[in-house]
């Protein structure tokens, strides 16, 4: 592909410098980075985030904290993807024919990952990437522990991944563009790659995950209250139905940016106009609909309660806080709807350049995983309360 004319225009400025396999890296590594972060300050508020988990609790008191062993392994993946970064740079200068023929640089740094996470040194915590990579198994499977075997890591796992659909999908790209003859990873994202479908799909394996979750859940609440003859203390099950509903209305979401993006009016049978309208209308409820679960049912909140105003907490929160600041829940709320409604991007039609550039998919790659991170702290500190 030296110096091919038909390919290098091909290169926008942002993928000459980051390409997408190293965009992807990045993301990855920054949420192992974002993990410790996470830990780290919620042991400063005397929160125990490995006894919520079911993770087991140091054995000596000489053994690093679990966020200092995540510190650790941030560093230990990071220090090869600069090193691999700062190389592909010297090598390219930013020159498209020379970016396109040394793809196998960045796809390297992929398999070097998963050799680092299954390396058997103690010291860059073993014992929790091991735990990572079962979860992880188990999660994809769409199963969920108990409460008292590691349900509430279960679905925080679940819950990131689904932060994480976007940065899956480019994952896939990347890795069908290197393998795909005639194709390079470092060219711009074929999203296509595979078939017109199969990034849609994956996209919505993490949403399906939470959804079945869900659901087994309810069912469980089912057979409990069979066997206690009446309904217990987890209810009749509902509050699961409702949590699998905002899981499915991702689905749609997704389903129809993909007919969007691919539009044949006669295979639809709807105008690309009344394609776009009903996408909106679910881009809206799915949005709306998880940002109300993320204050009301996440976090514990109750702002959109009768019981937001009372002489016993700040309007809108609630009698426990960890977080001392009142201020911090409120930036936190903001953050998080506007956040959960980045997709207001695509309907300005003077931003639509953003959108179209590869930098403009990323920022709103690392936004999203930006406020997973930020949901993290409130999600933890309410299971905190609430045990």
Sequence with gaps: MDGDAAVEPELDPFSLVLPLPYRVAIIIVLGVWAWGANLHYLSILKIDVPALIRYPSRSSPTHPSHHLSTYRLATFLTIPLAISLSLFWLITHGKASLVLSYELLPQSYFFLLIILFLLPISTLSQSGRYRFLSTLKRVCLGGIARPNDGRFGDVLMADVLTSYAKVMGDLFVSLCMFVSPGATSTAKPDRSCGGAYIVPIIISIPSMIRLRQCLIEYLRVRQDNAKQGGIGAAGWGGQHLANALKYSTALPVIILSALQRGYDSSKIGMSETGLFRLWLFFVFLNSFYSFY???????????????????????????????????????????????????????????????????????????????????????????????
Excluded: Q
Aim: aromatic share 16%; net charge negative; glycine share 4%.
């Design 293 to 387: 679960w993320d204050v009301a049912k996440d976090w514990d909140l109750t702002l959109f309660s009768a019981a937001r105003v009372s002489p016993h907490y700040p309007l809108g929160l609630r009698r426990k806080l960890h977080f001392e600041a009142k201020e911090v829940y409120y930036t936190a709320i903001v953050i998080d709807l506007l956040l959960r409604c980045t997709w207001s991007f695509k309907l300005s039609p003077h931003l639509d350049h953003f959108n179209d550039l590869e930098g403009g998919i990323f920022v709103m790659e690392l936004l999203e995983v930006g406020r997973r991170w930020l949901w993290i702290f409130f999600r933890i500190e309410t299971e905190w309360v609430r045990s």
